[in-house]
């Protein structure tokens, strides 16, 4: 194990003490780091998704930015505006930078604004650029978009473009806790309570000291170590195969699958699953891609870029259930 996931790993356990029984979210917050992409993560509320975030950013030694996204937010709340002022007598106009020029960015539930507010991101998810009075510029080399959304049916939420929703690398359900982690949440929670606890300024002091080894830096190198991870030639037909089946599954006879899906996933699947499988490795400790690493990540990679069928809503069919039956019926290594 190397410097940086060394790093990271201390990351990982870092953020899973402060978020309890939600270890498969904080993983796929870490592949999001290492893949440059970004995530979205669906849950009712009060179930830590912001506090996974946020502990995220405590962990780090990175810029943080939140946006609580309602009804009435304007894409410059979140891109930042030009601000008039006056210098040496002069007036002239300069941009002040929003949220978004920040290294980690909380968009907390996305899908209760308007779609005009949610477009302003599409161009900092995909080019790592904003543009703003006609001039575009540059977002941090480490850069990425957190997001939360309660599902869709609750009071007052809109649902995201097809095309932004294509550019979240991983979207992860977050459902409730197990009896187990629920007890230690209110055990944890309890002790942050607790009066004879440092403050919280003290306590974020100590934290941050504890975590000092983990910079960007420790990101952007692991970053770059992922194209070191081999992945053979099988192992790219196998991830091909998979997508191909999601736009055309007639060969796929006994499946039912096919019935389900109404439009298939886009080329940014088939990137983003060969990155997430070999971030999967790299975290794994190994300089290779498994056909294990692909089915680990292919739920959040796959399952929020398909677009199910009327049949497939008419029968309750879930897009969990639709990547099951893909699994199932596509063959590794054919």
């Not at 005009?116 to 900092?124: F, G, I, P, T």
Request: aromatic share 6%.
């Amino acid at each position: 194990m190397n410097l940086s996931q060394k790093a990271v790993s201390h990351l990982y356990t870092s953020v899973c003490k402060s978020v309890v029984g939600q270890e498969h979210v904080v993983k796929s917050l870490i592949i999001a780091l290492l893949t440059r992409g970004h995530v979205l993560l669906e849950g009712l509320p009060g179930t830590a998704k912001t506090r996974s975030i946020k502990s995220l950013a405590d962990s780090m030694q990175a810029s943080f930015g939140r946006v609580q996204f309602t009804p009435d937010l304007l894409p410059s709340d979140v891109t930042g505006s030009e601000v008039y002022r006056e210098v040496a007598g002069k007036p002239q106009l300069d941009f002040q930078p929003g949220p978004i020029f920040n290294n980690l960015v909380l968009a907390d539930e996305i899908n209760r604004a308007p779609a005009k507010v949610q477009a302003a991101l599409l161009e900092a998810m995909a080019e790592g650029t904003v543009t703003s009075a006609g001039k575009t510029r540059k977002l941090p080399e480490l850069f990425l978009v957190l997001a939360t959304q309660n599902p869709v049916d609750q009071e007052g939420t809109y649902p995201l473009p097809e095309a932004q929703m294509d550019r979240f690398t991983l979207k992860v359900n977050v459902a409730y806790p197990d009896r187990e982690a629920e007890l230690a949440i209110i055990k944890l929670v309890r002790q942050e309570e607790n009066e004879l606890q440092p403050t919280a300024e003290e306590r974020s002091e100590a934290h941050a000291a504890e975590i000092s080894a983990v910079t960007p830096a420790d990101i952007i190198a692991g970053q770059r170590e992922l194209a070191d991870i081999y992945i053979s030639p099988v192992m790219e037909s196998y991830i091909v195969d998979l997508i191909m089946a999601t736009r055309s599954g007639a060969q796929y006879s006994n499946a039912s699958f096919p019935d389900w899906i109404e439009v298939g996933a886009s080329p940014r699947a088939s990137i983003a699953l060969d990155r997430c499988a070999r971030a999967n490795a790299w975290l794994d400790g190994r300089d290779f891609v498994s056909p294990d690493d692909v089915r680990a990540v292919l739920h959040s990679v796959l399952g929020h870029r398909l677009s199910l069928s009327y049949d497939a809503a008419a029968h309750g069919i879930k897009a969990e259930q639709v990547v099951d039956d893909l699994l199932q019926h596509v063959a590794f290594g054919l």
